[in-house]
């Protein structure tokens, strides 16, 4: 059965009470448990894991070398700051989705700019929860199509 | 029943054949039903056009006004210069999804500047034909949650 | 009797329906009357044209080099983006005012530079309907000049 | 009876001697005359002020606060750098039309950024003595209008 | 028998009379008589065509690729601001020269920039009508290498 | 006994009445009032002055070299833009604290760099009327600090 | 009776031994001694916390929320740098002051942004440990405002 | 028997107590001093004019069209900012020679561009007294040369 | 004995397995296993230290403080992105270079600036493992340099 | 006779041996052979030159001006970088070809700048040893259109 | 007996004949002439060289340690590109006065930086052969004051 | 036996003499006769050579073509500007070792730059004399893992 890391960086742990007009009302424990449970459906099994801390971050995607078949990952604040956070999904060799929540791309300037978009498989943002949810689709899609080669 | 336009911008009707290594070896005709037979299984109707020009592919924008109830849009290398389609999408009311089968923002510099995405409700981008797939199913989970409301 | 071209870029034949906080809440069609009435009580004939393409509009400030006395020109968004329609109004020899509904400079960056500007005579931008409304009377203006001189 | 303050900035009073090529052959005074005559015709009181220096500049549009209803201002040299002029019109709520003589966009790099329009009802430039009458004109039809709501 | 498609881009309909201080005085029907002319010389069957859109343009580069050895391109102003008409040159995978008959890199800033040449085989610039003639003598040049390979 | 000078720039006379939502009700009478009052509690002579006139400005910089121990100055749109009043600040050697009514790095672009803060020795900003009340106790604090020397 | 977090950024727990003619020759543990004993007889409660990772710095921040009534925060290095952290200000929902020992904007351009500000109440820097200690009788004031509502 | 116009800008007035480490410690009397001194010994009338408000120097530069036949202009801090003060030395038709006492080139970044020097007949920097000294001179050999002719 | 800090930044930890064409096949532990050996040879005594944490990284430094005469720093993605561990470096007072394994001004635009070299005393890049080996011996150069003094 | 001096810049004697995928695996020497050829059927006399040193090649134009109809430069590195080459071109006031072997403008971003093409007749690049070759051709057209006049 | 090297650098060789509505009709030897006229006057020998190549350019600066008390040095076209002329001005530790026939800053944009600036004493430009002639005197100047001393 | 050529650029000749606080008290002839004497250790033969002449430097690189095995290589001045020097050491094909004397990145924003860097293996700066000797040891190191292949 395949794995799939779903990664959240810093301030995602307020989701549901921070700024809900930019970044919706669902909290982060009811977007892992639809993950966990789409994936469920999928036969996906799906790790979830948040953090503020950049070196943490680095980490769980080292660690995901041994285990799993995809990264979801939304970096926050550190999308547009973090060389190191660039070079861990380019050194860990899984295939990793960008997620954002919001339209990042409305917003200030010093958001237009993604440090770990060119070394991403993709990119999903936008569509609030359902850029997660539609991430996890793409990998479904994915490990069908290798399993077709 | 719900209507989607599928809108592809400059050079794709040359998918398939066109530097296979960027944008894969399946051809828009291909693409095209995919999402037709998804829209289908998804009860709703998939419309699909393709031009090279700027002020076609804004005429099929206002036109939608009339009938779509969303719109999948890959807007090529217009993506990074087109005011004009911006406007359009701005001025249309209808949520647009911005699609783009190539990861944009590993290759040149021109390209990491896009115009349309201010204004779209979101962005999917790298996943190949997927993409477009994963545009459709994010209509189709907004639809069921407006009808929830 | 002269002969004005009043040029519409892309977008502007949704006036009235997009976005009125901006735009104004007058069709093009209305403002076409209005100055076709006012053309007639100051003894010049106006005639309106609208297109989303470029190259349309091109073409039409061409083909004013036959019989046209001045052209008023709202460019859209092709205003900030378009060299070829520079060269095209500093091709004809026929003097042109730039105008503009809105004002372009109170919005995004991208809309600051005017490729077109320097190649026109002049430029009237803020005052919604007035601004072609005052376009006109700039020309009635000229013409009387012009025959005293 | 409505008011108009017309406010000429730096370096207009040698208008008719200065660079004629640029700023066309009549002097400030021809001008300000020009404008009292046109708005008497259309009920308008025009009163005239110039000044080179920028603090008078702002204390004229302050004191307007008290008796104008909108103000025709060409702030010259300090269209390009004056936050302090920008902040005063900004700051007094009433309607002003930025003014030039010359097509400003068609000279050096520096004088394409106007610091002032943003906060500007419109913008009217290189109609020469024109671009002042047009602006009264503004004024004029901007009055019938409040009338008849 | 080899040909090649010399594809002329906005404006250039207007050569001869538009700005012949920059552009030269022969009309584009005289540069094509001469380019086919010398194309029958040189054993190359030599086809035209003129367009002020963009989406024309991209549609003939596509068609040539089922007819064309080479392609002589003037992109006039789109040659600084369109990433579709570079698509649409890297992707049909024949040799393009891009041409102008003015030195672009003696005029305005905006000018300096191509986003065309990158993707083309090589450039000729500043010669006038002879820009067109050497590219013509390039094409030459290059069959006979290949068929000596 | 200390004295300070309260240096006020360009458009803070309309202070209560202009814009209140960015820079409060309180005018710039009850501002002096209360920093006189505090003053006189703390042993320090305050006298305040406001110019809309950069050159005004610098003279009673210059002036306060023969009787003040300390400036609190706010610049106002002057702080954006001139150099003259930077080489004032520093030319005089006297302390000088920069306050701003408002959070300026919350506003446009240009309000990010300040010509001035590089040759103060502290800038207070954000705080309302309360910014140039803790400038006070600033100078306070550092008149108790030198007299323990 | 209130509480105000203190946060101290990367490399503060240096102070008085670091470049003291840059940051002055008081430790942290003497500024926080300070500003509880200054705190105590302005009837706030005073917690100190430093840290050199930005991980935990917001998580501190996100603690706040369910205990301060305002923040003093010396983001230190990440003031320029840290996206992360500028969205945990946002996000909390409490007013924060930036403060500074040193006149950063005298410094490296580097330096001149801050991307904290924009979100801050108000900035005070420059001035040495009094930099902390007017923003706590910032709070104080607000208090007492608050109350007097 | 010609005249010249010495015009100091902002903050020359403090010369010879102001930060002597970059201006020297000559006064401006004695600067004056010793170019009337000089001019008399050439046949030139010098006479001297400071201002530290930019609106002061302009009138006074409109004032030299009746009667200077030459200006040496130190603008101080305005050379970098004032677009008004460019336009005053371009209109009014006598060579203007720009001088600084400091080397401006060796210091901040913002002194690097000059408004001014564009639209002068030359520029002598760095020289302390001696440039304004030198600028007499070039007067001198110039009027000297005016006459041989 | 004299002591050297050898301090690894974010992802070092992968090497060996990590893009081997970039950074070599050789292991941390290898590396460290090294210097730790050609230390012994030169009497250093070498202490390694791998984190992706900023924040550990910068405690690391202000610990060596107490102990080492030297550091080499392998900065890794932070090189370019962290003021706070130049601050570290600035604020420690002991001589640190700064070590690549690869060729970083070879690579992406972001990797052409370090925030970290101006306060080093020395940097060594390009040349794999030998990078940190030649740092070494530049330690071990300038200690006998100090004792000869 | 006319004369024609071809100018190589720095490197360019290393032809043939240098980066063959660049600059192709034809020598100097060859280029030159043939271009002496092709102009003895012209009826052109060709004289070649190469220098690695700036002056050398300016010198060299300097001595064209006695004898030379016309100069075809490969000014290598020196395009990008050298103000004095384009004096020395502007100033010897005889047409100058600038050519490149390789597509400059598909190489790095420093590249993309020719200081020197504003002041040449035209430019040919991309074309290996046939954009030498074409130069030749247009001066022969040149010259035959000088004949005709 | 002091000595001055007056050095010229690229093209000044071709003075008289190379753009005289540039940099006007004298030739080099004529404007040489005259200053060992007027240093010979003066009490000073003034020597010149010109050379087109940098390198020879330097070698003659470290040369005038050895004997010279001042430099007079027009950098030509160097001035704007020229790191290892400014180094070698800085590393001779003479005075040098930088010296331009044109006013360099009324011409292109890439003359608007000089890189030799800023370690020179001095700079005199846009007024022909007497910017030497100034230069010189402002050697004379110097020398007087220096054995007032 | 592997030879090396140790190459000077531009006022290297005068190190000893100039500006010791920057570069140093010792002679080039003193680094070189420690190169050749620790060279001799290594069982390398070092060969120097300095000039001033961009030309003569790239002169030199193509010669080592012939019989060197490695080039120790500081640029100087010309690392910043030279195009034609980083094109010579990417033509050589032989490895190439940047050094410097002083820690370029702690200089001036125009010396931020290198061109050379990226075409070398390596680059060593910021240790004085010792940076030279360093960049012989990486080549004995190299030398040596290439006998053990």
């Not at 810093?10 to 982060?28: A, C, F, H, I, K």
């Not at 295939?95 to 958001?111: G, T, W, Y």
């Amino acid at each position: 059965m395949k794995e799939i890391l779903v990664l959240h960086g810093p301030n995602l742990n307020l989701l549901g009470s921070r700024e809900p007009q930019v970044y919706g009302s669902m909290t982060l424990e009811e977007i892992n448990r639809r993950l966990m449970a789409e994936g469920e459906r999928l036969g996906i099994k799906v790790r979830c894991f948040q953090s503020n801390a950049e070196g943490a971050l680095i980490d769980q995607l080292h660690e995901a070398r041994g285990w799993a078949a995809g990264v979801i990952f939304n970096p926050g604040g550190y999308t547009h700051t973090s060389v190191a956070l660039r070079d861990a999904v380019a050194a860990i060799g899984i295939p990793v989705i960008e997620v954002h929540l919001s339209n990042v791309e409305a917003r200030e300037e010093f958001r237009q700019r993604s440090l770990i978009s060119a070394v991403c498989w993709g990119k999903i943002s936008g569509l609030g929860w359902k850029s997660y949810w539609l991430a996890l689709h793409a990998f479904a899609l994915r490990f069908q199509e290798d399993e077709m080669r």
